[in-house]
């Protein structure tokens, strides 16, 4: 396959627009995206991991959905997780920003974990349950969440596709005691940036966009492998695959290509213990491997907000002793006059 059909496979274009193409690499395209839907995601063992979804649609906006519809037209959302240190993409999943999608992203992504991890995320509030379902209460989880000025600098409030600046951050302490320094969402909003730009179909305002569901997850597989393979992070120096210490050396399209031909669809992993990190503060392990017994110097972000919308109670006055009763005075005997001369009158 030449460097034309190696630009036409990496860039997920559609059908259509591929068309130029002879009809027999056409169809090996198709195949190989199809492949790479099936592709076993490789396991790592991450200690920071942050998630986020990455809005698309299928065939037609939501708004223009009708009954009539498949299930998978319109808004397609792309979960997706990354590993803060090798910047490699472990889990993703495609499907409609809801509980249920919410849910099978977390539970894969908890079944490629070797180690438990320090989670964060957005606001999104599905994650939270997920969470807890998957990794249960001992994992460190944060969410994080950017809130942007609207209005400001003379921007008009319909401005969509550039938020204003001046962010100011919140971060919340959902589950555990995680370290606010090193919980951001940077990296994996910075690979969204880079996916609508390497995934033709996720571009906005053009006519790349997935016409199936099916076509538009294996686009969306397939992008993120190549990722993980063949393309060097800048701060890196190499792939993220190098990086997390899968492979010692960046791989060609012709080998990911051969590789995809000959791979056969796997079943997804399944979910192993997971093994405590160890903490940076002064801890004792708890018995039988079940974590750590951690000393919080000070409290976390969430018990701050607690005790701040919380009013203090008010002060006990103190108990005053009973007053003495007051002395009687005492009655003194008065002699009454009975047969005595009555007043002059004047």
Same mark, same amino acid.
């Given at each position: ?19 130029? @193409? ?19 995601? @490789?396991? +790592? ?10 809005? =698309? ?12 519809d498949p299930p998978d037209v319109g808004e397609a959302y792309t979960f997706v997780a990354i ?63 950017? %809130? ?20 100011f951050i919140t971060k919340s302490t959902v589950y555990g005691a995680p370290d606010p320094a090193?919980? =951001? ?13 390497? %995934? ?9 966009? =997935? ?5 538009? +997850?294996?686009?969306?597989?397939? %992008? ?11 701060? @890196?120096?190499?792939?993220? +695959? ?15 290509l051969d590789t995809l031909l000959v791979e056969e669809e796997h079943a997804a992993p399944e ?74 009158? =004047?």
């Open positions: 396959m030449d460097r034309r059909l190696h630009r036409e496979f990496l860039q997920s274009e559609t059908p259509a627009l591929t068309a130029r @193409l002879h009809e027999p690499d056409r169809v090996r395209i198709e195949d190989l995206r199809g492949r790479a839907r099936g592709i076993v995601r @490789l396991s +790592a063992e991450p200690g920071e991991d942050q998630v986020d979804e990455i809005w =698309s649609f299928v065939q037609k906006k939501q708004a223009r959905v009708t009954e009539a590993d803060a240190t090798s910047r490699m993409v472990i889990s993703w999943r495609v499907g409609k920003r809801d509980q249920a999608t919410t849910d099978a992203f977390i539970a894969d992504l908890r079944a490629r974990m070797l180690v438990m991890p320090q989670l964060t995320s957005d606001g999104f509030a599905p994650y939270i349950p997920a969470v807890g379902a998957s990794f249960g209460t001992s994992i460190d989880y944060m969410q994080t969440v950017k %809130n942007y000025r609207s209005g400001s600098r003379g921007r008009r409030d319909d401005h969509r596709y550039e938020p204003p600046r001046d962010p090193k919980a =951001s969402t940077s990296y994996v909003e910075r690979l969204n940036g880079s996916t609508r730009h390497s %995934n033709g179909r996720m571009r906005r305002l053009c006519y790349a966009f =997935s016409k199936k569901g099916g076509h538009h +997850a294996a686009a969306v597989a397939l %992008n993120y492998v190549a990722y993980n393979l063949t393309r060097v992070v800048r701060a @890196l120096r190499v792939t993220p +695959a190098m990086q997390a210490g899968i492979t010692d050396h960046v791989w060609t399209l012709d080998e990911l979910a192993k213990p997971l093994t405590h990190r160890e903490p940076s503060a002064p801890a004792r392990a708890l018995p039988a491997g079940r974590g750590f017994l951690r000393l919080v110097t000070e409290p976390t972000p969430a018990l701050k907000q607690r005790r701040r919308s919380e009013p203090p109670p008010p002060p006990a006055s103190p108990v005053q002793a009973a007053p003495p009763p007051p002395d009687e005075p005492q009655r003194g005997m008065v002699q009454l006059d009975l047969f005595g001369a009555p007043p002059e009158e =004047s």
